[in-house]
């Protein structure tokens, strides 16, 4: 499965071209309505066209999303997938219980991470050295919490809580507590 | 006329407060205290920008936090609540001719919004409570991380601000369908279902098409005012729910938060949150585009039966699309994501894009214009949305959700964007275009603070999305502390446009201040004089 990161360039790079091109297309039109011009109806097909146009993107976006981004269709259907090793996970009272001092993940395996809450809601995500999220979730309590990930790399990742939890909650974090390892022999 | 004189009298001592009608002070109070809890939300959002960069010794994290809750409900209830409210108090009855159904209910309303804000602001300042706008069960009733007190003041302070709303309610369906003494006979049913769009449906199927009874930004007031009871009521409920935790705790009774399903909480306090984003904000906002656009131009609006379609649809989306907050839920149901969370949430782009469209094609068809205030900040504010409703629609993807939810990314590009560019420079334009109506004819102090405030605003607010989303997109949390200057260079980059924002809007009301001089603010203040139901005082 593709890294998170690679998905989001493609996005920033996306909304990015797009804000330079509405910010130029507003300048222009705030340039242009005070100039006197010829022809000021504007041309209802080119309505009719705007509103397709609207239509197309906003049905497209997520069908090409859908079949791009590789964890979307795993997640929606992560209930039939039967994962390759399962992480169970409990927090209360602002901590995180692991079941191992660290999660050890081989590249390409299909982890399930499954987070109780015991007490608030909070959030489970994980993050590279850098700082950057890889992933995340909501993990509300009373509810069963389950995210199935597959690393194509390998890494040393840290847990955070992702969601408030009240102000004694802002700072949950286990570093460095994932370590996902890729024996290059292996093949998949 | 020295500084001073102007000061105190206003500029050219053009504006006379003891002329004005009782209607159009109650507009300038909302419109004041609006203000004024703007300037609140400024403040706190420059402390929380700075604590950001780095940590304010004298600012607890518990303080910072109790900032963080207060912040949007004083810039959403104290501010822009209360600008819509006098706003649209004046406006109904100015657009349908006809006189408010009552001025004492909108009185009460003024009063209960700046009392009921100023309470829950205030006690959350004493005593920290701190469980942050979107309440996630059972964090509002943790009585280990915070003071029972303090949530009960705060809740109550809610709720005042709610009571006020439902005043607002009342009066605006209340002016729409009465009958104002020595009038014919008015058709209340008739009017109110053009203003909710419901005759608009009938003409679809039928042959006799009806003419519509109630203008356009009218009806979209109605149905934005929809959202805003319905929006009312969740948190109403939701607040006596959590009031009744707090009273037992207070009595030492403990129940158990466990009765409560924190995951169907989290869906209708949701549903109920966003009949104001992507409710009654974005009907609203279309109302006042297409209002400001036909004044502005004085031709008619560019495909209005499908401007007034789209409002309707608008309405109806608008109930529909809750699970986009939900999609990093793993235990909502997956066909709630898709249905709600993607598919009915990307009509907001279609609704949202035509009303962009039409108001654009409207000003395009009175070329060449003049580019006054409102015309500036009109095009501001449908620039705000056409950055901010994009965004939007990326984070409401099962995909990209994943990895941009409860980042800087959502608060930023998004909320920041729509909030301070979109809906608050829509504002701004509609406070420019009413501003002589309301008080006679009063002079503006100077065009270049205006101007300023202008880019000031649109700077600072692009700016600072757009630095908070470059962080959100190197993985930085919303609602979360990094200490060690991890995020620095966004931080400060975000800083420098908050400034730039806090700059603006002290401009703006130095402006506002020097225009109407401070005699003029106490005086909007002081009983009117005029003894008459008129908006506007009545040519001698
Ligand atoms: C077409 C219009 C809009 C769309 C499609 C849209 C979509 C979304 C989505 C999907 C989220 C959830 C992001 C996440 O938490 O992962 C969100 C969050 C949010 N939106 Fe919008 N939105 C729209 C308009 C607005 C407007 C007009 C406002 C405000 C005036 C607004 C205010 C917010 C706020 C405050 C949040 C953060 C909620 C939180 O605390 O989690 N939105 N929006
Ligand atoms: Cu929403």
């Given amino acids: 499965m593709v890294d998170s990161t690679v998905v989001l360039n493609g996005q920033t790079l996306a909304y990015t071209c797009y804000c330079l091109a509405i910010l130029l297309v507003m300048a222009w039109f705030g340039y ?36 791009t981004i590789p964890w979307a269709p795993m997640d929606l259907n992560r209930a039939d997938i039967k994962a390759d090793k399962v992480f169970n996970i409990t927090i209360e009272k602002h901590k995180f219980t692991l079941p191992e001092q660290t999660l050890n993940i081989s590249c390409n395996e299909k982890v399930l991470f499954s987070v109780l809450s015991h007490d608030l809601t909070y959030g489970f995500g994980l993050f590279r050295q850098d700082n950057s999220m890889v992933f995340q979730m909501q993990v509300v309590p009373g509810h069963p919490n389950d995210i199935l990930w597959q690393f194509d790399r390998p890494g040393i990742y840290t847990i955070r809580s992702t969601e408030y939890s009240g102000p004694t909650g802002w700072n949950i974090v286990l570093k460095d507590a994932v370590i996902v390892t890729c024996n290059t022999t292996a093949n998949n | 006329m020295n500084f001073l004189q ?7 001592a053009m504006f006379k407060p003891d002329g004005l009608t009782p209607m159009q002070k109650l507009t300038l109070r909302f419109v004041v205290i609006g203000l004024v809890y703007y300037a609140f939300a400024v403040i706190e959002g420059m402390l929380m920008r700075i604590y950001e960069i780095r940590p304010i010794p004298a600012i607890s994290t518990n303080q910072f936090f109790a900032i963080m809750t207060a912040h949007p409900l004083v810039g959403i209830f104290g501010s822009t609540y209360s600008i819509v409210f006098g706003a649209f108090l004046f406006l109904v009855p100015f657009l349908m001719k006809k006189p408010l159904w009552s001025i004492k209910l909108a009185n009460w309303n003024f009063w209960l919004v700046t009392i009921g804000t100023f309470t829950f602001w205030f006690s959350g300042f004493l005593t920290h409570y701190a469980p942050l706008y979107t309440l996630y069960w059972p964090l509002p009733v943790d009585f280990t991380q915070f003071s029972i007190l303090g949530g009960i003041f705060f809740i109550l302070g809610i709720a005042l601000v709610m009571l006020g709303t439902v005043f607002f309610v009342i009066n605006v369906f209340a002016t729409i369908t009465y009958t104002p003494e020595g009038w014919d006979k008015q058709p209340s049913c008739a009017l109110l279902s053009s203003a909710l769009g419901i005759s608009g449906v009938r003409n679809l199927f039928s042959k006799n098409k009806k003419e519509h009874l109630v203008s356009l930004p009218v009806a979209a007031i109605a149905r934005g005012t929809v959202d805003v009871a319905l929006n009312s009521g969740i948190i109403i409920f939701t607040g006596v729910l959590i009031l009744v935790y707090m009273v037992f705790a207070l009595f030492g009774v403990s129940l158990k938060d466990t009765a409560i399903d924190a995951l169907l ?82 009509f907001e782009l279609i609704t949202q894009g035509l009303a962009f469209f039409i108001t654009l094609a409207t000003l395009w068809s009175a070329r060449p214009l003049k580019m006054t205030n409102p015309l500036k900040f009109l095009l501001g504010g449908l620039l705000g949305f056409a950055l901010a409703v994009p965004a939007g629609i990326m984070q409401a993807d099962i995909g990209l959700n994943r990895i941009l939810h409860n980042t800087q990314w959502v608060i930023g590009p998004h909320v920041h964007v729509a909030v301070l560019v979109g809906l608050a420079m829509t504002l701004y334009a509609a406070i420019y275009i009413l501003f002589p109506i309301l008080t006679n004819g009063a002079q503006l102090y100077s065009q270049k603070l205006a101007n300023f405030h202008f880019w000031g605003q649109l700077i600072g607010g692009i700016g600072m999305g757009a630095f908070m989303g470059m962080a959100g997109l190197h993985g930085m949390l919303r609602r979360s502390l990094y200490v060690n200057g991890e995020f620095n260079t966004y931080m400060i980059l975000a800083g420098l446009c908050g400034a730039l924002l806090l700059f603006a809007f002290l401009a703006f009301f130095f402006n506002i201040v020097m225009s109407v001089g401070i005699n003029g603010v106490i005086g909007i203040f002081m009983p009117s004089k005029l003894k008459t139901k008129e908006l506007v005082p009545a040519q001698e």
């Fill in chain 2, 265 to 346: 909480y989290k869906n209708w306090f949701w549903w109920g949150l966003d009949l104001v984003a992507d409710g009654l904000v974005l009907i609203f906002v279309a109302g006042t585009w297409y209002l400001l656009a036909t004044l502005i131009t004085g031709k008619k609006l560019f495909m209005e039966n499908i401007a007034r379609t789209a409002l309707l649809v608008e309405l109806i989306v608008s109930w529909t699309v809750w699970s986009h907050h939900l999609l990093s839920d793993q235990a909502q149901p997956g066909f709630l994501k898709v249905l709600s969370g993607e598919m009915v949430t990307a």
């Fill in chain 1, 32 to 67: 242009k309505i005070t100039r006197p011009g010829k022809d000021n109806k504007i041309a209802n097909a080119l309505f009719y066209s705007f509103t397709g146009m609207l239509v197309v993107l906003g049905v497209s976006l997520h069908i090409v999303t859908f079949n």
């Fill in chain 2, 6 to 12: 102007t000061l105190i009298k206003g500029e050219q």
